[in-house]
């Protein structure tokens, strides 16, 4: 069992930053992709950033140069550090951890309760 602990979320005025932290915990695991999605009212859900366990990284092209994603792997925790932020930013945003289970044959896709960013003009 994978279980995910997403803060940062919150209120802000446009212009601002968040960082959004989530800490996977349990055990009998390894995480490997780690990464954020965001979903609006109205819109589908979206990749906002990704990190493999080496650390190579992806963003969507809406927040490339704003949002830097990172993770620690000795904490199991990935961080989503959002700068200059816009109203179009505001969204659900959800966690996702890829954690393949110890035996190497099973791989969990887990997704956080989800933690609200809210940009205001």
């Known amino acids: ?5 997403e803060s940062g979320g919150g209120l802000v005025q446009a212009g601002g930053s968040l960082r959004l932290s989530c ?3 349990g055990s ?6 780690m990464g954020w999605y965001r979903q609006a009212p109205g819109k589908q859900r979206e990749l906002v950033a990704r990190i493999t366990r080496s650390g190579s990284t ?9 949002f ?11 961080y989503l550090q959002m700068n ?9 945003h959800y966690c996702y951890v890829q954690a393949v289970l110890a035996n190497g044959m099973r791989t ?4 956080g309760q989800g933690t609200q960013v809210t940009v205001s003009s």
């Open 1 to 5: 069992q994978v279980q995910l602990v």
């Open 84 to 92: 200059s932020l816009k109203p179009e930013d505001t969204a659900v």
């Open 28 to 33: 009998g695991f390894t995480v490997y992709d």
């Open 58 to 66: 992806n963003y969507a092209d809406s927040v490339k140069g704003r």
């Open 68 to 78: 830097t994603i990172s993770r620690d792997n000795a904490k199991n925790t990935v």
């Open 108 to 111: 969990l896709d887990t997704w």
């Open 23 to 25: 800490a996977a915990s």
